[in-house]
Nanobody, 123 residues
Framework: QVQLVESGGGLVQAGDSLRLSCATSGRTLSTYAVGWFRQAPGKERECVAAITWTGDITDYTDSVKGRFTISRDNAKNTVYLQMNSLKPEDTAVYYC????????????????WGQGTQVTVSS
């Protein structure tokens, strides 16, 4: 089964940028739609962005539109989340998740999850 490993999180100041990476191990990322999710303390896990396995369709939650960009490099079996103009409210553990073929925005629709990477944005 495909496995996902997130990296790139850290502590940054408001207005800074980070790029998160989601790398696969064991299987190719091809044919999988991938979503980035985040979960802040006391809040439900929410979908931030998602991308089809071909990369032709992307989706973003309203709060990150214009600031975050999801992309994928199938040759490297890696999906990225470029996060610009970070705000304190972006602070959360960020997870990548995969499912076969179609984009979904509900966490329960994904059956493969990474371990998460912490993003902390200070003011």
């Amino acid at each position: 089964q495909v496995q996902l490993v997130e990296s790139g999180g850290g502590l940054v100041q408001a207005g800074d940028s980070l790029r998160l990476s989601c790398a696969t191990s064991g299987r190719t990322l091809s044919t999988y739609a991938v979503g980035w999710f985040r979960q802040a303390p006391g809040k439900e896990r929410e979908c931030v962005a998602a991308i089809t396995w071909t990369g032709d369709i992307t989706d973003y939650t309203d709060s990150v539109k214009g600031r975050f960009t999801i992309s994928r490099d199938n040759a490297k079996n890696t999906v990225y989340l470029q996060m610009n103009s970070l705000k304190p409210e972006d602070t959360a553990v960020y997870y990548c998740a995969a499912r076969l073929f179609r984009i979904r925005v509900t966490p329960g629709e994904y059956d493969r999850w990474g371990q998460g990477t912490q993003v902390t944005v200070s003011s």
